[in-house]
C-alpha cells in the first residue's frame, strides 16, 4: 500500500506514542520535503521519531504545488501532489480545505481519527475511547463531541 502524510497526523501519532501504528497498518509512510523540513522544524514535538518509518519523495510538479499553495500551507500542497504523482492509495491529512482538495482531485485520504480506527479495526489498539482521551489530554488536538461519538460508534465501543 501507498501511503502519503501530512504533518499534522504523524505529529499527533508520535505525541500520543501510537507512531509505531503506521509500520503496523502501512509498512511505510511517503512524505514530501516540506512535511520533512515542518517536522524538523518542532524538534521538542518530534523529539525521538522514528524516521525509519518515512520515505523522503519531491514532488515534480511544482506548477501543481504553487497553485495549492495559495489556499493551503505547503506540506499540504506537496504531500496531495505527491499522492497524485505515485498514485498513492491512500493520504493521511487533517485539514478540512486540504481534504477538500484531495477529494477534488479523486484522492482517497483519511486523517488521523480514521487511522486510530483502522487501528482499532486490525486490533492494533484495544480501545478507542481510551485512544481519544489521550489525544485529547496529551496534544492540542480538539474533538467535537458529536465527532467523538461517531467514532465510538463506528469502533464499536457505543
Do not use: C
Amino acid at each position: 500500500m501507498i501511503v502519503v502524510s501530512d504533518t499534522s497526523p504523524l505529529t499527533y501519532l508520535h505525541q500520543i506514542q501510537r507512531f509505531a501504528l503506521l509500520q503496523s497498518l502501512y509498512g511505510e509512510v511517503i512524505i514530501p520535503p516540506a512535511v520533512e523540513r515542518e517536522l524538523k522544524a518542532e524538534t521538542r514535538l518530534h523529539e525521538g521519531l522514528d524516521w525509519t518509518l518515512l520515505r523522503v519523495v519531491e514532488p515534480k510538479r511544482s506548477e501543481m504545488v504553487t497553485l495549492l499553495s495559495e489556499s493551503l500551507d505547503l506540506g499540504e500542497s506537496e504531500a496531495i501532489v505527491l499522492a497524485t504523482e505515485i498514485n498513492a492509495d491512500l493520504l493521511l491529512i487533517d485539514e478540512v480545505d486540504g481534504r477538500e482538495a484531495a477529494r477534488k482531485l479523486g484522492l482517497r485520504f483519511t486523517g488521523l481519527l480514521g487511522v486510530l480506527l483502522e487501528a482499532k479495526e486490525r486490533r492494533f489498539v484495544p480501545s478507542m475511547s481510551a485512544e481519544l482521551d489521550r489525544l485529547v489530554k496529551a496534544t492540542t488536538f480538539r474533538i467535537r463531541p458529536e465527532v467523538r461519538q461517531r467514532v465510538l460508534r463506528l469502533a464499536g465501543e457505543e
